[in-house]
């Protein structure tokens, strides 16, 4: 099966790039990782530019997403809430007219500098998924809190109890799609 991966910040020293990294070591043998691309190369959301034409990347992330056996969200959490590049990311996705999130498998993940590992967004985005139907695993959670004292000195996540809850995460989550 295949699992896509969204990320939700964009600079270069991600601490959530990094754990969006290790997931192909970490997931279940027979699954396979697709990272999307950034979610800083769509333009704020404008429903004039929607009106033209929907933008090539638009409608090719949709694709992707929607050819996907599941789609993994990977974020830090800004003030309390959703990145806006990854908000604006997943409302340019739900203005396609097959929007891909109905009925799809999705698997949250969040890295902080804080203690709580980004939760907030996590149940912000929940909230967002409510509407646009998809289908989140509930349980386990998994949370990075203080994520940058979980890396490496070559930037990828190196804390061996992180990489095995999030190994185990996966694993139920490979259950989880199987019993769509
Ligand atoms: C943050 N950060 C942050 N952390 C947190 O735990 N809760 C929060 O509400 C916020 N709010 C927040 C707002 C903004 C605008 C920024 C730039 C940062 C800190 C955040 O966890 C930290 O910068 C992470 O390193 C961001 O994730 P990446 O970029 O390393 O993946």
Do not use: C
Request: hydrophobic share 45%.
């Amino acid at each position: 099966m295949k699992w896509v991966v969204w990320v939700g910040s964009v600079r270069k020293g991600s601490y959530n790039a990094a754990v969006a990294r290790a997931l192909r070591a970490l997931a279940p043998a027979d699954v396979e990782i697709e990272i999307l691309p950034s979610v800083a190369a769509l333009p704020i959301y404008d429903a004039d530019i929607q009106a033209e034409g929907m933008p090539e990347a638009v409608t090719a992330l949709g694709a992707t997403i929607g050819a996907a056996d599941g789609l993994v969200i990977v974020t830090p959490e800004y003030n309390y809430s959703i990145p806006g590049g990854l908000k604006n990311a997943i409302d340019w996705v739900s203005r396609l007219k097959d929007q891909p999130f109905k009925g799809k498998p999705i698997l949250l993940q969040s890295a902080s500098m804080g203690v709580l590992g980004g939760a907030r967004a996590q149940y912000h985005l929940r909230q967002v998924f409510v509407f646009l139907d998809g289908r989140l695993m509930n349980v386990p959670e998994v949370m990075v809190p203080t994520a940058h004292k979980k890396m490496g000195e070559d930037g990828e996540l190196n804390d061996a109890p992180t990489r095995d809850f999030i190994a185990k995460q996966l694993e139920a989550f490979k259950a989880f799609v199987t019993a769509r």
